[in-house]
């Protein structure tokens, strides 16, 4: 294995052209919410190794994605995240049981780092992001979308992965 997993963000000022949207976060639609709003820069760093872009991307979107594929590690099944500003996509491969080896599209290098490891720091990671926004936009708690899309990834069942 490589070193520990550091998932972190930086929230950047709305975009004004998503103003009225940020003021209405109780019935905003989620895709507004995924790829317009709480854009951020983001850390992935393994070990030495570091995977974030330093462009502004959407941190809810990263968050889910994350949590989801780390999910899937577990299950053997070989995905990617491709960023949606297109400046790049990052692979994740299960390459021994409960291994995962982590490379992207934008440099050479590449990880490894324990399934486990992984879908721990992606929960916890998504556990920040909706805090902060439990927080700050405590508005977005009552839209019934959001919670329906975003919640369910978060009630993950960490001991059948043992």
């Given at each position: 294995?490589?070193?520990?997993?550091?998932?972190?963000?930086?929230?950047?000022?709305?975009?004004p052209i998503y103003a009225d949207d940020h003021r209405r976060l109780d019935s905003v639609g989620v895709?507004?919410?995924?790829?317009?709003?709480?854009?951020?820069?983001?850390?992935?760093?393994?070990?030495?190794?570091?995977?974030?872009?330093?462009?502004?991307?959407?941190?809810?979107?990263?968050?889910?994605?994350?949590?989801?594929?780390?999910?899937?590690?577990?299950?053997?099944?070989?995905?990617?995240?491709?960023?949606?500003?297109?400046?790049?996509?990052?692979?994740?491969?299960?390459?021994?049981?409960?291994?995962?080896s982590v490379r992207c599209d934008y440099h050479e290098e590449q990880a490894q780092v324990s399934a486990?490891?992984?879908?721990?720091?992606?929960?916890?990671?998504?556990?920040?992001?909706?805090?902060?926004?439990?927080?700050?936009?405590?508005?977005?708690?009552?839209?019934?979308?959001?919670?329906?899309?975003?919640?369910?990834?978060?009630?993950?069942?960490?001991?059948?992965?043992?």
């Amino acid at each position: 294995m490589t070193g520990e997993v550091v998932l972190d963000f930086r929230l950047v000022p709305i975009d004004p052209i998503y103003a009225d949207d940020h003021r209405r976060l109780d019935s905003v639609g989620v895709s507004t919410i995924e790829y317009h709003l709480f854009h951020g820069i983001v850390t992935f760093r393994i070990g030495d190794v570091e995977f974030g872009l330093r462009v502004h991307i959407p941190v809810v979107e990263f968050a889910r994605c994350m949590l989801w594929l780390a999910r899937q590690r577990f299950s053997g099944l070989g995905n990617s995240f491709e960023f949606t500003e297109g400046e790049g996509e990052i692979f994740f491969d299960m390459v021994a049981p409960g291994v995962v080896s982590v490379r992207c599209d934008y440099h050479e290098e590449q990880a490894q780092v324990s399934a486990l490891e992984l879908h721990e720091a992606s929960l916890a990671f998504a556990r920040r992001v909706l805090d902060m926004l439990r927080s700050d936009f405590p508005d977005i708690l009552e839209n019934r979308e959001f919670i329906d899309w975003f919640l369910p990834l978060l009630e993950a069942d960490r001991d059948r992965f043992h």
